[in-house]
């Protein structure tokens, strides 16, 4: 039930907290270079596992899938950590880290119980050897993308799961940093 409240909030959530962010941080423009790099990189792994992502239609297992369960919210831990730098703000990396360690093992807790009932043993099998999160390199060689029945990454497949609305959140983001660079050189504020 917490899982249920925890994943509708989770959005809800973020929209009041961006503006707090906003107001609050003390960006530069080195501080905002080095937190669009680290973001970029969060870009890059999260669109790799929306090109391997069939949602609803099996198990993935290949690309990113091999080597952490949620590509796709480890690459946001990295736009968070992005971020978190880019704000030149202690309070502001606070917000950022207490927003992400409340929602997303809340998130991932509640996935895995979904994948695990749609895909029994299948999921099980896959759990205990590749971890929920932080990245690790197969153990043995496998041949993954046959495994899931698809031959790899694909360009069409990061489209229909919409990854490139990341991207816009993130330049939106970056810009709204320079634009209160901008306004705190000016005023003071």
């Known amino acids: 039930?917490?899982?249920?409240?925890?994943?509708?909030?989770?959005?809800?959530?973020?929209?009041?907290?961006?503006?707090?962010y906003i107001l609050l941080a003390?960006?530069?423009?080195?501080?905002?270079?080095i937190g669009a790099a680290i973001a970029a990189v969060g870009l890059i792994v999260r669109a790799a596992g929306a090109g391997y992502?069939?949602?609803?239609?099996?198990?993935?297992?290949?690309?990113?899938?091999?080597?952490?369960r949620n590509p796709l919210y480890f690459g946001s831990s990295l736009l968070a950590t992005g971020f978190?730098?880019?704000?030149?703000?202690?309070?502001?990396?606070?917000?950022?880290?207490?927003?992400f360690l409340i929602f997303y093992p809340a998130v991932m807790r509640k996935e895995?119980?979904?994948?695990h009932i749609r895909y029994g043993a299948e999921f099980d099998e896959y759990a205990s050897r590749v971890p929920?999160?932080?990245?690790?390199?197969?153990?043995?060689k496998m041949n993954s993308s046959a495994q899931d029945g698809f031959d790899g990454f694909?360009?069409?497949?990061?489209?229909r799961n919409r990854e490139y609305q990341a991207g816009i959140g993130v330049i939106g983001v970056i810009l709204l940093l320079f634009a209160r660079m901008i306004v705190r050189q000016r005023t003071g504020w």
Do not use: D, H, N
Not at 8 to 20: K, T
Not at 26 to 33: D, F, M, N, R, S
Not at 112 to 115: A, F
């Open 1 to 20: 039930m917490a899982a249920s409240w925890v994943t509708r909030w989770r959005v809800r959530a973020g929209y009041p907290l961006s503006i707090v």
């Open 26 to 33: 003390a960006p530069t423009l080195t501080l905002i270079g």
């Open 53 to 68: 992502l069939r949602k609803l239609q099996t198990l993935t297992t290949s690309g990113p899938y091999a080597w952490t």
């Open 84 to 99: 978190a730098v880019a704000s030149g703000s202690l309070c502001c990396a606070s917000i950022v880290a207490a927003y």
């Open 112 to 115: 895995e119980g979904e994948l």
């Open 132 to 140: 929920l999160f932080w990245p690790r390199l197969p153990r043995r």
């Open 154 to 159: 694909s360009w069409e497949q990061y489209r």
